[in-house]
């Protein structure tokens, strides 16, 4: 053992170590593992696209092992429809909160043209009067709420298009799933014992 790394001699040293050199209470064992490894064996850290395909055809066999050893079992008809109809569920809930949404942002485009335009209105009924103070006023009032103005325009843009994607979703799952669910609500099961239902 001479050449070789002696892991019990390096472990049990009590003294110091010399310049350059270390024992196992001060680092890892697993660099040295590596470089020993490294110099034994250096075409097992080389990469190439040829060791990649064979990795790639024993992945390919295992995966295919595994799925002969376990079966992917389907749902029961009831638990298959549960599921369904929850998801339909979800998807229905968020087309109808992202439409909620899109209404409140133009009921409040509509409030804000109605305020910039009422604040207009008043400009200029007080530049008739003389009033420059007031005009100057509802000036300000109207600039202010020409930016708010923006602002709920561009989330109004912004809810549309998130309506938009929740009823095509909707849209596309029950191309998806519709017809399957129709099915199993067709099939006849068994009723289902509850917990609390005495024996």
């Keep these: 053992m001479t050449d070789e790394f002696n892991l019990f001699t390096q472990l049990v040293r009590n003294d110091p170590p010399k310049h350059g050199e270390t024992n196992m209470t001060q680092h890892s064992y697993l660099p040295l593992a590596f470089k020993t490894n490294l110099e034994k064996h250096p075409n097992d850290f080389v990469v190439t696209d040829a060791t ?34 929850k998801q339909l569920f979800d998807l229905q809930q968020n087309a109808k909160g992202c439409e909620n949404r899109v209404n409140n942002e133009a009921g409040n485009v509509r409030l804000l043209e109605e305020r910039v335009n009422t604040a207009i209105k008043h400009k200029q009924t ?26 709920a325009r561009e989330r109004l843009v912004k809810e549309q298009r998130y309506n938009s994607a929740a009823v095509r979703e909707l849209r596309n799952w029950l191309a998806a799933n519709g017809d399957r669910l129709e099915e199993l609500k067709t099939i006849k099961t068994l009723p289902t014992k509850s917990v609390n239902e005495p024996k």
């Design 126 to 151: 007080e530049e008739g009067r003389g009033n420059l103070l007031g005009a100057r006023s509802y000036e300000r009032q109207s600039d202010a709420l020409e930016v708010e103005l923006l602002d």
């Design 52 to 85: 990649c395909a064979e990795v790639e055809q024993r992945q390919k066999k295992h995966r295919a092992a595994m799925a002969k050893l376990n079966p992917v079992m389907g749902l029961p008809p009831n638990v298959e429809l549960t599921a369904l109809r």
